[in-house]
T-cell receptor, first 114, second 115 residues
């Protein structure tokens, strides 16, 4: 997995609690992304970052915030988790300077909100 | 925004048969079309991609075709093997500010290859 780690890999939490997921890369890629994957919905973009402190919303950003204070780290925060946010979350990276525009995905974090 | 439809949602074939997965997209500005394979418990991985200035691309047993006029593209896998069993995602992308491509994914096709 192209130098991408996600932590934690599994988490169970209760409705209303804050949750932060971390993505760490060692590839020095400029772009980082957070997706959620749900049965029947494929991969849906939550937020992405195109540089340190530069972020933008994806199609399902409500209820989520992100921060990127260093090139290598991209944090996803659920301020007050809800059961609808139970999902598998994937981080991805890419870099427009590379010849190929592919995204490299992390191993995923399975989040369960009770 | 972009909308990508992918069919079928499940595809079951016998080893050695061919498999075809089809996608359509809505935004004519999309110009980069990657395909990802996701094995159980792992993140998706790029297997092939095609740009809008090319109609077909092949890599060993995998090929992708693109019809810009009709806004559809397809993945073809020949001589399928059990290790091809996975979920496959198509995506349509256009260049975002900063130069990278932000893909919109289809909902995925679960391919099952029976030995």
């Amino acid at each position: 997995d192209a130098g991408i780690t996600q932590s934690p890999r599994h988490k169970v939490t209760e409705t209303g609690t804050p949750v932060t997921l971390r993505c760490h890369q060692t590839e020095n890629h400029r772009y980082m992304y957070w997706y959620r994957q749900d049965p029947g919905h494929g991969l849906r973009l939550i937020h992405y970052s195109y540089g340190v402190k530069d972020t933008d919303k994806g199609e399902v950003s409500d209820g989520y915030s992100v921060s990127r204070s260093k090139t290598e780290d991209f944090l996803l925060t659920l301020e007050s988790a809800t059961s609808s946010q139970t999902s598998v979350y994937f981080c991805a990276i890419s870099d427009p300077a590379r010849e190929r525009n592919e995204q490299f995905f992390g191993p995923g974090t399975r989040l369960t909100v009770l | 925004g972009e909308n990508v439809e992918q069919h079928p949602s499940t595809l079951s074939v016998q080893e050695g048969d061919s498999a075809v997965i089809k996608c359509t997209y809505s935004d004519s500005a999309s110009n980069y079309f990657p395909w990802y394979k996701q094995e159980l418990g792992k993140g998706p991985q790029l297997i092939i991609d095609i740009r809008s200035n090319v109609g077909e691309k092949k890599d060993q047993r995998i090929a992708v075709t693109l019809n810009k006029t009709a806004k559809h593209f397809s993945l073809h896998i020949t001589e399928t093997q059990p290790e091809d069993s996975a979920v496959y995602f198509c995506a349509a992308s256009m260049k975002a500010s900063g130069g990278s491509y932000i893909p919109t994914f289809g909902r995925g096709t679960s391919l099952i290859v029976h030995p």
